[in-house]
Every structure is written in structure tokens, then in C-alpha cells.
């Protein structure tokens, strides 16, 4: 797996580039669910997927705190 950090994640969102018909929280809800049946697979290295995981559940919790708006703007400011 390669993304590693929350800045990654959302960078990877934002130059997806989907536009207005997929939310940030749609696409990571999305990710967590993919991560979350790779750790069944008994071939994938378990710990990079639960990081990810990990990453995933607190991008989710701060867009429930925050807005969506919000989050995107801090993280592309630190990019």
C-alpha cells in the first residue's frame, strides 16, 4: 500500500478529481471498506492495511467534526 498519511489520502482524492459527484466522505468510506476485505485475503502484508484503516476512521471522525470543506482545505494547505 502506498499512501501513508492523511495529506496522501486526500491529495489522492482531490487529483482523482470526481468533482461534485463523490464527497470525500463517500471516497474514504469506500477506501475503508476496500482495506477492510484486503485484510481477509491472507496474501497482503496485514499491517500497511490496518494503517490505512487506521487513517481512514480519522479522516472520517474529523469530517464528522468538521465540515468536508473544511478538511480538504487543511490538508491541501499542508501539501
Do not use: A, C, H, W
Not at 489522492?12 to 484486503?38: A, H, P, Q, T, Y
Not at 471522525?61 to 499542508?78: F, M
Amino acid at each position: 500500500m502506498g499512501i501513508k498519511t492523511t495529506e496522501e489520502y486526500v491529495d489522492f482524492f482531490i487529483n482523482l478529481n470526481m468533482g461534485k459527484e463523490v464527497s470525500l466522505i463517500s471516497f474514504v468510506n469506500n477506501e475503508r471498506m476496500v482495506l477492510k476485505g484486503k485484510l481477509q485475503n491472507k496474501i497482503n502484508e496485514k499491517e500497511p492495511i490496518k494503517k490505512g484503516i487506521m487513517i481512514l476512521e480519522g479522516l472520517i471522525k474529523e469530517i464528522g467534526e468538521n465540515s468536508e470543506l473544511e478538511v480538504l482545505q487543511k490538508y491541501q494547505s499542508k501539501g
